[in-house]
Each structure stands twice: as structure tokens, then as C-alpha cells.
T-cell receptor
Framework: GNSVTQMEGPVTLSEEAFLTINCTYTATGYPSLFWYVQYPGEGLQLLLK?????DKGSNKGFEATYRKETTSFHLEKGSVQVSDSAVYFC?????????????FGSGTQLTVLP | DAGVTQSPTHLIKTRGQQVTLRCSPK?????VSWYQQALGQGPQFIFQYYEEEERQRGNFPDRFSGHQFPNYSSELNVNALLLGDSALYLC?????????????FGPGTRLTVL
């Protein structure tokens, strides 16, 4: 079956530091890949996505590249802000281009200190 | 344009009781998915409804059931509540005239079982 493995947290960074959150996946077929963010007390917000190999998703300074050869979709940001403090979830759909079942990683808590 | 809405926000029940959670999808969406998020974990897929039928189901017991109405809104019912059912229940919507692989999440319903 499908699975997503995320870097264990929590992660604590100083403002303007570089961020990497690792994500690897196991899937049958060709999934779409997603990063969602969850702020305290809220639901999930889509941060970025990629639908096929070598696609790069980007939004609000965050980037992730769909690497089929390493089955990875690592999240990066060059300079984090205090407002980026949240829980980040990597996820995959079971069929690219189709909004079917999402499989999530366990989440990575990010705290950015001023 | 209203996003995904869920009600109630919070709910407290006792073991053995039954509960109904409600979800209205984003305007233009026709597909609703439900997820269970235990504290400190990633969301787990419960099931998905499309055209008033359950299209896909995750690994949850029959105590979890759902319904979709002609206006695309949905209900999640849980019977014979267990302590382990305490979680944040998330609804996500997708689909419509422009099919996409992206699911948009509501703020969730926090269920506490005592």
C-alpha cells in the first residue's frame, strides 16, 4: 500500500534560517504529491503540489520537487519567518490527477524563533 | 466564495453514544472526503462520497458511516463511540466542473469521547 515518511520533529529554527523537511514515499502507480500546512487550532491548508516527476511546486517562498528516482518530495524555504511556525504534512494521492484518497505523513512541527 | 464549512466546532460525547458531524463543500465541488486526525498524527482517510454514494473507503470499521445529499453536503455518523474515537474530524471537498486532484479542507470538528 501507499505510505509517506516524514522527517521527525519538532524542528526549531531562528528567523531567516534555511528550512528543509524531508519526505519520502512509497506508492503503486504515479501519485500526485502535496504539502499541507496546519496552523494551531485550524484545518489543513494546501501549501503546494506536484503532479508528475521533476515537477516543482512552489508557494509563499516554499518549494518542493517531485523526485521519482529517489521517491522524495522534500520541502525547502530559503528564509523562514516567525509566521511559518506550524505543522507541515506531506501527502500523496493514490492516482495522479484524481482527488482520491490522500495518504499523509505524521507531520513535522516547525517553530521559528525571532 | 465560502470555503468548506463543518459543524459543530466541538462536541463532547460519552462511550457508547452516537454522533453526527456535518460538512458543506466548497462552492462548485461535488465530492466530499472525511479524515480522522488523532492528536499529534497525520489525518487518516475514512471514506469519500460522490454522486451520493460511497466511492472509496479507508480502513475504518462499519461503525463509521456517511451520507451525501443532493446538494453535495455530507454527514459522518459514528455509532457506539469508543474512547479512541476522540480526534479532529476533517472534511475535504474536491471535483466539480473542472476536475482536479486537490482537496480543500474545512476547519474540522473536535470530538471528545469521555
Amino acid at each position: 500500500g501507499n505510505s509517506v515518511t516524514q522527517m521527525e520533529g519538532p524542528v526549531t529554527l531562528s528567523e531567516e534560517a534555511f528550512l528543509t523537511i524531508n519526505c519520502t514515499y512509497t506508492a503503486t502507480g504515479y501519485p500526485s504529491l502535496f504539502w499541507y500546512v496546519q496552523y494551531p487550532g485550524e484545518g489543513l491548508q494546501l501549501l503546494l503540489k506536484a503532479t508528475k516527476a521533476d515537477d516543482k511546486g512552489s508557494n509563499k517562498g516554499f518549494e518542493a520537487t517531485y523526485r521519482k528516482e529517489t521517491t522524495s518530495f522534500h520541502l525547502e524555504k530559503g528564509s523562514v519567518q516567525v509566521s511559518d511556525s506550524a505543522v507541515y504534512f506531506c501527502a500523496l494521492s493514490d492516482r495522479a490527477g484524481s482527488a482520491r484518497q490522500l495518504t499523509f505523513g505524521s507531520g513535522t512541527q516547525l517553530t521559528v524563533l525571532p | 466564495d465560502a470555503g468548506v464549512t463543518q459543524s459543530p466546532t466541538h462536541l463532547i460525547k460519552t462511550r457508547g453514544q452516537q454522533v453526527t458531524l456535518r460538512c458543506s463543500p466548497k462552492s462548485g465541488h461535488d465530492t466530499v472526503s472525511w479524515y480522522q486526525q488523532a492528536l499529534g498524527q497525520g489525518p487518516q482517510f475514512i471514506f469519500q462520497y460522490y454522486e451520493e454514494e460511497e466511492r472509496q473507503r479507508g480502513n475504518f470499521p462499519d461503525r463509521f458511516s456517511g451520507h451525501q445529499f443532493p446538494n453535495y453536503s455530507s454527514e459522518l455518523n459514528v455509532n457506539a463511540l469508543l474512547l479512541g474515537d476522540s480526534a479532529l474530524y476533517l472534511c475535504a471537498s474536491s471535483g466539480g466542473l473542472l476536475p482536479t486532484d486537490t482537496q480543500y479542507f474545512g476547519p474540522g470538528t473536535r470530538l471528545t469521547v469521555l
